[in-house]
Nanobody, 123 residues
Framework: VQLQASGGGLVQAGGSLRLSCAAS????????MGWFRQAPGKEREFVAA????????RYGDSVKGRFTISRDNAENTVYLQMNSLKPEDTAVYYC?????????????????WGQGTQVTVSS
């Protein structure tokens, strides 16, 4: 599967952005999908994940209550709605796919990655 993330940009603190990740290749609905982010000098961090059907989701502690992951299997797209953005949310955001049975936040279990989209939150 090939993944293409988009929707990043510059936003003021308190604002919102919606990231999209379009998938092509194998059947999109066979993959659990995740979003990760990486700030300069830091390790890649789990943000959110969603199951194949969209019925289950997981979130990193730092984004719970502010971010929402969703997917549209008919459109082969996963989304990340980001609200109440903070300067510490500034990072490159990556979408990723895995075929495992368990909805995981471990980046080692994601075998497919998009190219990343930059999100910058100004104070």
């Amino acid at each position: 599967v090939q993944l293409q993330a988009s929707g990043g940009g510059l936003v003021q603190a308190g604002g919102s952005l919606r990231l999209s990740c379009a998938a092509s290749g194998r059947t999109f609905s066979t993959y659990n999908m995740g979003w990760f982010r990486q700030a300069p000098g830091k390790e890649r961090e789990f943000v959110a994940a969603i199951s194949r059907s969209g019925s289950s989701t997981r979130y990193g502690d730092s984004v719970k209550g502010r971010f929402t992951i969703s997917r549209d299997n008919a459109e082969n797209t996963v989304y990340l709605q980001m609200n109440s953005l903070k300067p510490e949310d500034t990072a490159v955001y990556y979408c990723a796919a895995n075929t495992g049975l368990v909805l995981t936040q471990s980046r080692e279990h994601y075998g497919y990655w998009g190219q990343g989209t930059q999100v910058t939150v100004s104070s």
